[in-house]
């Protein structure tokens, strides 16, 4: 690689030659042509065939109970709170992107924001299927976790990690969805304008609220849109945070621990990005986007996630460092039960996934090469999932009293409810490409050259 | 016309049956709803009573006691006794009458039957065989007299498996007269095992627990403690509660007790030079210390040796003096002893030769459980007619031409005596469920004086001649020696107390009736011997010692009947299958032990199936490493591979036909013998067990709040591991009152039992020659307790009076209260495990005590219902609950008193005297969790002299 770091010029947010039409046209014609690739109604069939699996897990169980899965005494959590913790993670990039970016006015930004928005939506619901289908009583559960005047007076008990999760991740759900909306409107109304058929003008008139483009209307949106990153900027962290009291707040070597918070917000972002960069890099090569979601886009998303990466790997040697320092019988052990018990192989394996690989993308080369940032995301996610097992499972699976350790595996059914999440998501994923714009036409009309000549200073 | 043609149509009309439901016009005496009786009976087990209270509802029984006031008793129970009541509910008993696979009626049979005699009595009966277990009932005993004289050359056979020929030929030896060695090991400060399993098999286990674990018991002021050696040929509980443990093969103990005996000067001598180099240091040693307390020592043989070492062990007490002491010899219990392997042999060689024409197996199933070379099977086929009266419809049956469904023990009228002799009553319950009828009622029918009569009226008339001096041998009176008043009164007494004051052996019970001096079997005390011996008696002591060293090299195969399936008779007990099986945990499965060092050698892991070969038989059974076994030895267990069993016994299925040891037993090697063959059978068998890991762990109050004030009741609970012998019978009594689901091997084999208290097992030490301790594990009621703390719907709450309580309608099943305890003793109900469907087990249910249903945590209550129970009570009276007034379940059963209960508010209560001893500890107390469960560390007393060369060898564990 040359060595010129000085004059290293960042390739551009959008590519050259492009004006306030084309970027519209561009956009908007994913949704209104009716046109798809080819590579768009095969991924929606295999995500609605997945989806399929999963519903037929999910009737499985609710006719059967969650012994249907691996979990046992001592291990009583399995995929099913992995499955939570890993897809929770992965949303918060898309929070992070549009809240966070967005008040450090990081420009590339834009062309990312939308879909990972959408990444962070959908994620939350794959989610949010698992609290309430790992229980023991689904039926029950729906209701007695929330705080509704009972006849009875009875409360849930507010001391109780989960019911702290709970109102974490509800919020988080709505504080995004309102995220994603309000930022949707001016491209709603972009598409209620082109609609050629009276239905889709209806519908995309409707949800577009009556937006007209006035002056009175952009200062507004820019107000709400900015209050709202601000709402959402403390719960990238604080959502995360409360995940992670799951398992700090318990006495489980393994999870009681204060490094949890942190080190989860981290895992979550660091898994996140990855996500994204898992979507971006084939989206841009399915629909021929690589003029707005540039190389510099890429870079960038791969610096974050190294950076988050490191600190993950901190988090790792810590552990190792304190189960050690404390000199703490079992604290001691659990690290130890990690790296040679019967777990092992999934320690390791993390290890090369979560530490091992993200060090390739101290290099340009890596960086910059579509193909090897795919993969180093995809060995990332693997790994992020990997680290939620290990933590789950191998803390529980053997842990004060030898008379009482077990072991854990994942069921079929267990197999089918996680990739029946991931069918979901990727069916969520294909319909909103399919009818949302899924870069957002009026920030990208910011970047062009023609908006900077007019003197403004972008947003 | 019309009126046939109208009956037809009545007739053809299958008519919904009746159901109508009637209130109490008369409220039956005692009876309040919702209130349950007790009432004292026994559960006969391998002939002998197990005396017991049985709890029952509004008219069906569910939960079994022991009877406190009985000697054989005291309140405590096996875990056979507690599993006892699912086998009456069992829904694949036999409930008809057949005949060659056709449903048929008493009727019937008796019809038949009776044809049959008229032809017997031409002949005297000389076609005519009875097959028995073991019978100790003194009614059944006369049955068989009025039996040989309608048929004088009829004969009675008598076959247990589990068989005690060898203790009982050497008593007869010792004492002069057919004989039961009764020990008192409350009397004894040193107490030498010779391969005796004495804490958890034979009559009188019960009993012996208690009073060993009484003369243990250590307290801050009692500082002494017997001492224990154990010489045994494969782990067993004794073995784990023993000071100083020595493994040595089957056939080599006869070499130690040689050895100890010269030592003594109690004979002996020629084979002392057979003792390995361990033993020659042993065996001075123990000596020493036994001369030290003579009078107040006890050798023991274990059932599974041969009569010469339970003659050298009488030698050896009564050099020591401990006869009358620590031993007595008492009349035998059972009515006609004899060789059970000579006696079972005659019929199969009569068999053989067509002498038997009609064969009456009563109980057992001898073609399962008959040594392989006695062809039982083939020679069962010659008999032109074979009736067989059984619990279940078994492997014998189905070669047998009638079966008739006998009634269990709790539907039954009936007798059986103790260990000791006390004639315990057996009286019923509940109304047979089926058409079962008991032994006394089928003898009965053979009897031309008592032909119809039924099995209450047998047993009543029985001792009511007995009360009035009409029958021989029996001093009758009550608990203060005083005579009864009137026959009635005394009935009424019996029935009340469940045992006949005045029969125990020690009381001059069932003497003999020459005077307790004969010792010819055929002029026996009781009148039943008189029916003909089987004319080989017993074997010259010198020819019992096993044949098997003609088949010498190779590996030493050791028999021992499973622990909790017995001699697979109860494998269609769901509780018994579950309850994880002593020291290897294995529940629903055999399994083949043997040592670490020759797992080493012949390159064997926990789980792989091997076949073992042995006098040209074969079987395939999973290996499982067992620490403390004996290099050249192993040790196998009878009872499983059952080809016909219910829907629990062929639960487990595929390769467990294979299983069936008894194809590799022989008559003339019945519990060890050289010359086994093991070899790989390839492929691993999945064991369900409910400890996988047996190593000990190596690892006070901080609160920035207020500490909660109890001013009620402040429950709690110490148990102390040294008198605790790990027998499991606190987990099965909690699961029969607990209406604990039975999951199943499968749901076993992922970790998902259900048990309320488990018993820990640990292995300390050198894996040569381990120290073994046990734990059991319920709930702990942690003052400080984590599952309280993160369950989101409070479905786990603190009482006011300490007991962390489980709401199961609140509990919406996230599992984190299980997550979080360090204990896991918290179990969830992952599928539906109640049996919703198996309407036989309705009745079963205690019902005091909520049926979990699908997605509910559960765990230890510390018996609340219990607890309740005895609140009313108190309330009533306006009172406190008393110190000993609740006692839960595990607590009642156990045999060693090991788990005490009571209320910490009371300073004088047995459990705060318990709490205040040095030795209590709380387990994980580090957490600061405050257990309110806590135990008293375990102690051993070992003899300094051996110790020290012990030590020396004891490694890392």
């Given at each position: 690689?040359?060595?010129k770091p000085?004059?290293?010029?960042?390739?551009?947010l959008?590519?050259?030659?492009?004006?306030?039409?084309?970027v519209t046209?561009?956009?908007?014609?994913i949704?209104?042509?009716g046109?798809?690739p080819?590579?768009?109604?095969?991924?929606?069939?295999?995500?609605?065939?997945?989806?399929?699996?999963l519903?037929?897990?999910?009737?499985?169980?609710?006719i059967?109970?969650?012994?249907i899965?691996?979990?046992n005494?001592p291990?009583?959590?399995?995929?099913?709170?992995?499955?939570?913790?890993?897809?929770?993670g992965?949303?918060h990039a898309?929070?992070?992107?549009?809240a966070i970016?967005?008040?450090l006015?990081q420009?590339?930004r834009t062309?990312?924001?939308?879909?990972?928005?959408?990444?962070?939506?959908?994620?939350?619901?794959?989610?949010?299927?698992f609290p309430?289908i790992h229980?023991?009583?689904?039926?029950?559960?729906a209701?007695w976790?929330?705080?509704y005047?009972s006849?009875?007076?009875?409360w849930?008990?507010?001391?109780s990690?989960l019911?702290?999760?709970?109102?974490?991740?509800s919020?988080y759900f709505?504080?995004s969805?309102?995220?994603?909306?309000?930022?949707?409107?001016p491209?709603l109304?972009?598409l209620?304008?082109?609609a050629?058929?009276?239905?889709?003008?209806?519908?995309?008139?409707?949800?577009a609220?009556g937006?007209?483009?006035?002056v009175k209307?952009w200062d507004?949106?820019e107000?709400?849109?900015?209050?709202?990153?601000?709402l959402?900027?403390?719960?990238?962290?604080?959502?995360?945070?409360?995940v992670?009291?799951d398992?700090a707040?318990?006495?489980?070597?393994g999870?009681?621990?204060?490094?949890?918070?942190p080190?989860?917000?981290?895992?979550?972002?660091y898994?996140?990005?990855?996500?994204?960069?898992?979507?971006?890099?084939?989206?841009?090569?399915?629909?021929g986007?690589?003029?707005f979601?540039?190389?510099?886009?890429?870079?960038?998303?791969?610096?974050?996630t190294?950076?988050?990466?490191?600190i993950?790997g901190?988090?790792?040697?810590?552990?190792a460092?304190f189960?050690?320092?404390?000199a703490?019988?079992?604290e001691?052990?659990?690290?130890?039960?990690?790296?040679?018990?019967?777990?092992?192989?999934?320690?390791?394996?993390?290890v090369f996934c979560?530490i091992?690989t993200?060090q390739?993308l101290?290099?340009r080369?890596?960086?910059?090469t579509?193909?090897?940032?795919?993969?180093?995301a995809?060995?990332?996610n693997?790994?992020?999932w990997?680290?939620r097992?290990?933590i789950?499972?191998?803390?529980?699976?053997?842990?004060?009293l030898?008379?009482?350790?077990?072991?854990?595996?994942?069921?079929?059914?267990?197999?089918?409810?996680?990739?029946?999440?991931?069918?979901?998501?990727?069916?969520?994923f294909f319909?909103?490409?399919r009818v949302?714009?899924?870069?957002?036409?009026?920030?990208?009309?910011?970047?062009?050259?023609?908006a900077?000549?007019?003197g403004?200073?972008?947003? | 016309?019309?009126?046939?043609?109208a009956?037809a149509?009545?007739?053809?009309?299958?008519?919904?049956?009746?159901?109508?439901i009637?209130?109490?016009?008369?409220?039956?005496?005692?009876?309040?709803?919702?209130k349950?009786l007790?009432f004292?009976?026994?559960l006969?087990?391998a002939?002998?009573?197990?005396?017991?209270?049985?709890?029952?509802?509004?008219?069906?029984?569910t939960?079994?006691?022991?009877n406190?006031?009985?000697?054989a008793s005291?309140?405590?129970t096996?875990?056979?006794?507690?599993a006892d009541?699912?086998?009456?509910?069992?829904p694949d008993?036999?409930?008809?009458?057949?005949?060659?696979g056709e449903v048929?009626?008493?009727?019937d049979?008796?019809?038949?039957?009776?044809s049959?005699?008229?032809?017997q009595?031409?002949?005297q009966g000389?076609?005519l065989?009875?097959?028995?277990?073991?019978?100790?009932?003194p009614?059944?005993?006369?049955?068989?007299q009025l039996?040989?004289?309608?048929f004088?050359?009829?004969?009675?056979?008598q076959?247990d498996p589990?068989?005690?020929?060898?203790?009982?030929?050497?008593?007869?030896?010792?004492?002069?007269?057919?004989?039961?060695?009764?020990?008192?090991?409350?009397q004894?400060?040193?107490?030498?095992?010779?391969?005796?399993?004495?804490?958890?098999?034979?009559?009188?286990?019960?009993r012996?627990?208690?009073?060993?674990?009484?003369r243990?018991?250590?307290?801050?002021?009692k500082?002494?403690?017997?001492?224990?050696?154990?010489v045994e040929?494969?782990?067993t509980?004794?073995?784990?509660?023993a000071?100083?443990?020595?493994?040595?093969?089957?056939?080599?103990?006869?070499?130690?007790?040689?050895?100890?005996?010269?030592?003594?000067g109690?004979g002996?001598?020629?084979a002392a030079?057979?003792?390995?180099?361990?033993?020659a240091?042993?065996a001075?040693?123990i000596?020493?210390?036994?001369q030290a307390?003579?009078?107040?020592?006890?050798?023991?043989?274990?059932d599974?040796q041969p009569?010469?070492?339970?003659?050298l062990?009488?030698?050896?007490n009564?050099?020591?003096?401990?006869?009358?002491?620590?031993?007595?010899?008492a009349?035998?219990i059972?009515?006609?002893?004899?060789?059970?392997?000579?006696?079972?042999?005659?019929?199969?060689?009569a068999?053989?030769?067509?002498?038997?024409e009609?064969?009456?197996?009563?109980g057992?199933n001898?073609?399962?459980?008959?040594p392989?070379?006695f062809?039982?099977?083939?020679?069962l086929?010659?008999v032109?007619?074979?009736?067989?009266?059984?619990?279940?419809?078994?492997e014998?049956s189905?070669y047998?031409?009638?079966?008739?469904?006998?009634?269990?023990?709790?539907?039954s009228?009936?007798?059986a005596?103790?260990?000791d002799?006390?004639?315990?009553?057996?009286?019923?319950?509940?109304?047979?469920?089926y058409?079962?009828r008991?032994?006394?009622?089928?003898?009965?029918?053979?009897?031309?004086?008592q032909?119809?009569?039924s099995?209450?009226?047998?047993v009543?008339?029985?001792?009511?001649?007995a009360h009035?001096g009409?029958?021989?041998?029996?001093?009758?009176?009550?608990?203060?020696g005083a005579p009864?008043?009137?026959?009635d009164s005394?009935?009424?007494h019996?029935?009340h107390?469940?045992?006949?004051?005045?029969t125990?052996?020690?009381?001059?019970?069932?003497?003999?009736?020459d005077?307790?001096k004969?010792g010819d079997?055929?002029a026996?005390?009781?009148?039943?011997?008189?029916?003909?011996q089987p004319?080989?008696a017993i074997?010259?002591?010198s020819s019992?010692i096993p044949?098997?060293?003609?088949?010498?090299g190779?590996?030493?195969?050791?028999?021992?009947?499973d622990?909790?399936?017995?001699?697979?008779r109860?494998a269609?007990?769901?509780?018994l299958?579950?309850?994880?099986?002593?020291?290897t945990?294995?529940?629903w499965?055999?399994?083949?032990w043997?040592?670490p060092?020759l797992?080493?050698?012949?390159?064997?892991?926990?789980?792989?199936?091997?076949?073992?070969?042995?006098?040209?038989?074969?079987?395939q059974?999973?290996?499982?490493?067992?620490?403390g076994?004996p290099d050249?030895?192993?040790?196998?267990?009878?009872?499983?591979?059952?080809?016909?069993?219910?829907?629990v016994?062929?639960?487990v299925?595929?390769?467990?036909?294979a299983?069936?040891v008894y194809?590799l037993r022989?008559s003339?090697?019945?519990?060890?013998?050289?010359?086994?063959?093991i070899?790989?059978?390839?492929g691993?068998?999945v064991?369900?067990?409910?400890?996988?890991h047996h190593?000990?762990?190596?690892?006070?109050?901080?609160?920035?709040?207020?500490?909660?004030?109890?001013?009620?009741?402040?429950?709690?609970m110490?148990?102390?591991?040294?008198s605790?012998?790990?027998?499991?019978?606190?987990?099965?009594?909690?699961?029969?009152?607990?209406?604990i689901p039975?999951v199943?091997k499968?749901?076993?084999?992922k970790g998902?039992?259900m048990h309320w208290?488990?018993?820990d097992?640990?292995?300390?030490?050198?894996l040569?020659n381990?120290?073994?301790?046990?734990?059991?594990?319920?709930?702990?009621q942690?003052?400080?307790?984590?599952c309280?703390?993160v369950?989101?719907?409070g479905?786990?709450?603190?009482?006011?009076?300490?007991?962390?309580?489980?709401?199961?309608?609140?509990c919406?099943?996230?599992?984190?209260?299980?997550?979080?305890?360090?204990?896991?003793?918290?179990?969830?109900?992952f599928?539906?495990?109640s049996?919703?469907d198996?309407?036989?087990?309705?009745?079963l249910r205690?019902?005091?005590?909520?049926i979990?249903?699908?997605?509910?945590?559960?765990?230890?209550?510390?018996?609340?219902?219990?607890i309740?129970?005895?609140?009313i009570?108190?309330?009533?009276?306006d009172r406190?609950?008393?110190?000993?007034?609740?006692?839960?379940a595990?607590?009642a059963?156990c045999?060693a008193?090991?788990?005490?209960?009571?209320?910490?508010?009371?300073?004088?209560?047995?459990?705060?005297?318990l709490?205040?001893?040095?030795r209590?500890?709380g387990l994980?107390?580090e957490?600061?969790?405050?257990?309110?469960?806590?135990?008293?560390?375990?102690l051993?007393?070992?003899?300094?002299?051996?110790?020290?060369?012990?030590?020396a060898?004891?490694t890392?564990?």
């Open positions: 690689m040359d060595p000085a004059t290293y010029e960042p390739p551009p959008i590519a050259p030659g492009h004006s306030f039409a084309s046209d561009k956009i908007a014609a949704v209104l042509s046109r798809q080819m590579g768009w109604f095969i991924g929606v069939t295999i995500g609605f065939a997945i989806t399929m699996v519903m037929g897990a999910l009737t499985y169980l609710l059967k109970g969650t012994g899965w691996g979990i005494i291990v009583g959590w399995g995929f099913a709170i992995i499955n939570f913790v890993w897809w929770i992965i949303g898309g929070t992070l992107i549009s970016l967005l008040l006015k420009g590339w062309s990312i924001n939308r879909f990972a928005e959408a990444m962070t939506l959908f994620a939350v619901m794959c989610a949010g299927v309430l229980t023991g009583r689904p039926w029950l559960a209701y976790l929330f705080p005047p006849s009875m007076s009875i849930p008990q507010f001391r990690p019911i702290w999760d709970v109102f974490a991740v919020t709505t504080v969805l309102l995220f994603w909306y309000v930022g949707l409107i491209d109304a972009t209620r304008d082109r050629k058929r009276r239905s889709l003008q209806i519908i995309y008139g409707v949800f609220l937006w007209r483009g006035s209307h507004r949106y107000q709400a849109y900015l209050l709202l990153a601000g959402a900027t403390p719960l990238v962290l604080s959502v995360h945070t409360v992670s009291f398992f707040i318990g006495i489980v070597p999870w009681h621990t204060t490094i949890f918070p080190y989860f917000v981290a895992g979550a972002i898994d996140g990005f990855a996500m994204v960069l898992t979507l971006a890099i084939p989206l841009r090569w399915m629909y986007l690589q003029d979601i540039t190389l510099r886009h890429l870079e960038n998303m791969a610096k974050v190294l950076v988050t990466g490191l993950v901190y988090g790792y040697l810590m552990e460092f189960g050690w320092y404390s703490n019988t079992y001691g052990f659990m690290i130890w039960n990690r790296m040679t018990g019967p777990y092992w192989p999934m320690y390791w394996v993390l979560n091992i993200p390739w101290w290099f080369r890596v960086r910059t579509p193909g090897l940032l795919f993969c180093v995809m060995v990332v693997i790994g992020m990997l680290e097992f290990v789950v499972v191998t803390s529980l699976h053997r842990d004060f030898p008379s009482a350790w077990g072991m854990y595996h994942g069921t079929i059914w267990d197999w089918a409810t996680f990739i029946g999440t991931l069918g979901l998501f990727v069916t969520l319909l909103f490409i949302l714009p899924m870069i957002s036409i009026f920030e990208m009309r910011t970047l062009v050259p023609e900077k000549v007019q403004a200073e972008g947003h | 016309m019309s009126a046939s043609l009956l149509g009545v007739g053809a009309c299958t008519k919904q049956p009746p159901e109508k009637i209130p109490y016009v008369r409220q039956p005496e005692d009876l309040v709803p919702g349950p007790f004292a009976t026994a006969p087990f002939g002998v009573a197990a005396p017991v209270l049985v709890e029952r509802h509004e008219g069906r029984p939960k079994v006691e022991g406190p006031q009985h000697p005291l309140g405590a096996d875990a056979f006794a507690q009541v699912l086998t009456l509910y069992d008993r036999a409930q008809t009458v057949m005949y060659r048929r009626g008493w009727g049979f008796l019809t038949a039957s009776r049959v005699l008229a032809i009595k031409t002949k000389s076609g065989r009875f097959l028995t277990e073991t019978i100790t009932s009614t059944v005993g006369e049955q068989l039996l040989q004289k309608d004088p050359r009829a004969k009675w056979h076959w589990i068989t005690r020929d060898a203790a009982r030929a050497a008593a007869r030896q010792s004492a002069g007269h057919a004989a039961d060695a009764v020990y008192h090991f409350d004894a400060d040193v107490v030498v095992s010779l391969d005796a399993d004495f804490l958890t098999v034979g009559p009188g286990h019960v012996y627990t208690k009073d060993f674990s009484a243990r018991r250590v307290t801050d002021d500082k002494d403690m017997n001492r224990l050696y154990v040929s494969t782990p509980l004794t073995g784990a509660k000071d100083h443990r020595l493994a040595l093969k089957g056939a080599d103990v006869e070499g130690f007790a040689r050895a100890l005996a010269s030592a003594l109690a002996g001598g020629a030079t057979t003792a390995s180099a361990e033993s240091k042993w001075p040693a000596a020493k210390e036994l307390s003579r009078g107040k020592s006890l050798v023991v043989a274990g599974y009569a010469s070492v339970h003659a062990a009488h030698a050896m009564q050099t020591l003096g401990n006869v009358g002491t620590t031993v007595t010899y009349p035998t059972e009515v006609n002893p004899t060789d059970q392997v000579s006696s079972l042999r005659d019929l199969v060689q068999m053989d030769a067509g002498q038997v009609v064969l009456v197996i009563v057992g001898p073609l399962f459980t008959a392989a070379d062809r039982f099977q083939d020679r086929a010659k032109p007619l074979a009736v067989h009266h059984s619990l279940y419809y078994d014998t189905a047998c031409h009638w079966n008739l469904p006998m009634a269990h023990a709790l539907e009228w009936g007798d005596r103790a260990y002799g006390t004639v315990t009553i057996v009286q019923p319950l509940i109304a047979p469920l058409e079962g008991t032994m006394h009622e089928l003898f009965a029918a053979f009897i031309d004086a032909n119809g009569k099995g209450h009226d047998l009543k008339d029985y001792w009511t001649r009035g009409k029958v021989a041998g029996w001093t009758i009176h009550d608990t203060a009864f008043k009137s026959a005394f009935w009424k019996v029935l107390d469940g045992w006949i004051p005045g125990a052996a020690a009381d001059g019970g069932g003497r003999m009736t005077g307790g004969a079997a055929s026996n005390r009781q009148p039943a011997s008189t029916i003909q004319s080989s074997h010259q002591l019992v044949a098997a060293s003609g088949a010498s190779g590996l030493e195969i050791i028999f021992r009947p622990p909790h399936i017995w001699d697979g109860f269609n007990n769901g509780w299958q579950e309850l994880p099986k002593p020291i945990k294995v529940t499965d055999p399994t083949a043997v040592s060092r797992a080493e050698q012949r390159g064997l892991n926990e789980g792989d199936l091997i076949e073992l070969r042995y006098r040209g038989n074969a079987a059974l999973p290996v499982v490493i067992v620490p076994q050249g030895s192993v040790t196998v267990f009878l009872g499983y591979g059952r080809r016909r069993t219910g829907r016994g062929s639960a299925t595929g390769e467990s036909q299983f069936d194809k022989s003339d090697a019945l519990w060890f013998g050289d010359g086994l063959e070899a790989k059978a390839g691993k068998y064991l369900a067990r409910t400890q996988e190593l000990m762990e190596a690892p006070r109050s901080l609160s920035i709040v207020p500490e909660w004030e109890y001013n009620g009741y402040k429950w709690g110490a148990i102390d591991l040294s605790c012998t790990g027998c499991a019978t606190c987990t099965i009594a909690c699961v029969a009152e607990n209406n039975v199943g499968d749901e076993v084999h998902r039992d208290i488990r018993v097992h640990y292995f300390a030490g050198d040569e381990p120290e073994m301790y046990h734990q059991p594990v319920p709930c702990m942690c003052e400080n307790a984590p309280e703390l369950c989101p719907v479905a786990t709450v603190h009482s006011s009076e300490g007991l962390n309580d489980m709401v199961y309608n609140r919406v099943g996230t599992r984190y209260c299980s997550n979080n305890c360090p204990y896991k003793v918290r179990r969830f109900n599928l539906l495990y049996d919703w198996t309407k036989s087990l309705y009745p205690n019902p005091d005590v909520t979990r249903s699908r997605g509910v945590m559960e765990k230890c209550t510390y018996c609340v219902q219990r309740n129970a005895a609140r009570e108190s309330e009533k009276q406190r609950i008393q110190d000993g007034e609740v006692v839960p595990c607590a059963a045999p008193d090991a788990i005490v209960f009571g209320d910490l508010n009371d300073p004088k209560s047995r459990v705060n005297t709490k205040a001893q040095q209590e500890y994980l107390e957490l600061n969790t405050r257990p309110r469960t806590s135990y008293l560390a375990a051993r007393n070992p003899n300094p002299e051996l110790e020290s060369s012990r030590g060898s004891t890392e564990h």
